[in-house]
């Protein structure tokens, strides 16, 4: 098996050791990805200094010329992409999976081209003229998870590119390859040195956040992860964007048709197997409708394929790796104890004996304070909670550390988005959930994260402000 390569100032760099990635549907290796020592990142940081010099004063319109040749890329390749993606990620080719995520990264990098932050005037009259000019920071040093490994790689890089930074990025050690493939095409388009990817172990993540040469790290992860990247972050007064875990709470109205919203709730919950920050986590039910949801959701989640990501029949795949299937066994093994167990669970036989495969698990009757509610299950799973009064209802929601999104189920839409305002989350979706999309700002409050990803907002989070008063 040929190894990955590093990219490194315009250049495929090898690596003296090497790491095998699993295909989580098989436990078998997807691919050799290279093992970046403390040297080849500090060459990729100095790569990115370089390249920076002359990157940050080109055109906006010959920055965002080689984004849209990027897009290019990425299309032409979109099939070779969803295959290698498939292999280390698990997630099936198609529903909400490699081919989408493909998709959905053409598309980020195409709206994300065509933003631009020009100078603004704040003031010109007799006293002088006053003007907010936005600069880029220097080197991003971008770390992702292994959730959507492609679309937050484009998320992160696309816009620091496009504000005129250059960018180091570090791929989580569980799914590197499609990134360092990525980051290839990029290499195709772009100057040497704009945009450079080391892969490794976790080790590589504080070397990247305590950097000397980098000025701001943009971060998807886990809260834990992002307060130790805060604090290494600190000493230099890095720039950040920490796009971190969430326990988004659904809320369901009494006045909802089971039946119509069965659907979108499964997909709110169950996208990319749970394991996307911004899935439903947590649903709260009204007593009118608790049991007829109950009853829509099993049956909608009874018929929903699950396999192999290459099987093209497949819309969700196994849990990515075998720590992450152990935290929701774990979580499963609890709740199943204290709540109803509709569908699927601890012990339930569809389980494959190969792979990290998890069956479809939905359990009612549990409450804030069973450990499935309180935690980021991030995974095949639903707990349900049965609520009488709205306003409980809403102080349950919000009764969480997190608050990344939440969603609001109702055919009220003005009662629906009266509430949608009194929670405490960055996005309220009603009657849908996660529905994210590359003109709205996206990002979390409490401790789902600082700042917002998309957007002009998002482009904004690249660059330092300088005023000119003349
Ligand atoms: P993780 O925090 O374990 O790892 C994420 C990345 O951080 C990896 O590349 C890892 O190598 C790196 N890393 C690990 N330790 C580090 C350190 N000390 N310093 C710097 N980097 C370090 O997260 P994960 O398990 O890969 O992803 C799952 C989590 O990500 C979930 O909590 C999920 O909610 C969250 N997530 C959030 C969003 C969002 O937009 N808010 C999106 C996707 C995932």
Redesign the pocket.
């Known amino acids: 098996m040929e190894p990955f390569r590093l990219v490194i100032d315009g250049k495929k760099v090898p690596t003296k050791q090497c790491f095998e990635v699993l295909n989580p549907a098989t436990e078998k290796p997807a691919g050799l990805a290279p093992l970046a020592t403390a040297q080849q990142l500090d060459d990729a940081v100095a790569a990115a200094k370089r390249a920076y010099k002359s990157w940050r004063d080109e055109p906006e319109r010959k920055r965002k010329a080689a984004c849209m040749k990027i897009a290019e890329k990425l299309e032409l390749h979109a099939e070779e992409l969803a295959q290698l993606l498939t292999a280390e990620q698990g997630k099936p080719l198609n529903g909400l999976g490699s081919r989408w995520e493909i998709g959905g990264a053409v598309a980020w990098t195409q709206y994300t081209a065509n933003l631009s932050l020009p100078m603004k005037v704040l003031q010109d009259n007799n006293e002088g003229r006053v003007e907010l000019h936005r600069k880029p920071i220097g080197v991003v040093g971008s ?6 490994p492609v679309l ?1 790689a484009i998320w992160h890089i696309i816009p620091a590119i496009m504000a005129g930074n250059t960018v180091v990025s ?5 799914t590197p390859l499609t990134t360092l493939r990525v980051v290839e095409l990029m290499n195709e388009v772009l100057p040497k040195g704009v945009v450079n990817c080391v892969a490794g ?2 080790d ?3 070397q ?2 305590g950097h000397k040469d980098i000025g701001k790290i943009v ?8 307060k ?2 805060m604090a ?1 972050a600190a000493d230099s007064m890095k720039r950040l964007t920490l ?4 326990n988004d709470a659904g809320i369901v109205l009494p006045d909802v048709n089971p039946k119509e919203i069965a659907e979108g709730l499964f997909w709110g919950a169950f996208i990319n197997n749970g ?4 899935a439903l986590k947590r649903l709260y039910v009204h007593d009118d409708v608790y049991e007829e949801v109950c009853e829509e959701l099993v049956k909608v989640a009874r018929k929903m394929p699950v396999g192999v990501g290459t099987d093209e029949d497949a819309v969700l795949g196994p849990v990515q790796n075998r720590k ?1 299937l152990d935290i929701v066994q774990d979580l499963v093994a609890d709740g199943s104890k204290k709540g109803r167990v509709l569908l699927g669970g601890a012990n339930d036989e569809t389980k494959k004996a190969k792979g990290y495969f998890h069956p479809i698990t939905l359990i009612a009757d549990l409450e804030n304070g069973d450990r499935l509610v309180d935690e ?1 299950q ?1 995974g095949p799973v639903l707990p349900i909670v049965r609520y009488r009064n709205v306003e409980d209802a809403i102080k349950m929601a919000n009764n969480n550390p997190n608050g ?1 999104g939440g969603s609001v189920w109702s055919r009220n839409i003005t009662e629906a988005k009266r509430i949608a305002s009194k929670m405490e989350c960055g996005s309220v979706w009603i009657n849908k959930h996660g529905m994210i999309q590359p003109n709205a700002p ?3 409050v409490k401790q ?2 600082v700042g917002v ?1 998309f957007g002009e907002e998002g482009l904004m989070e690249n660059t330092d402000i300088q005023v000119i008063f003349s």
Not at 170 to 174: A, L, Q, V, Y
Not at 219 to 226: A, E, L, N, R
Request: with cysteine; net charge negative; hydrophobic share 30%.
């Open positions: 770390i992702t998870p292994w959730n959507f937050i570090k791929p989580s050690p569980f172990d976790d590589l993540g504080p990247l956040t971060f998807t992860g886990s809260c834990g992860t992002g130790r990247i290494n796009e971190l875990g969430g394991q996307t920050c911004a992450q980021e991030f990344l996206f990002g979390g789902s994260g990803e």
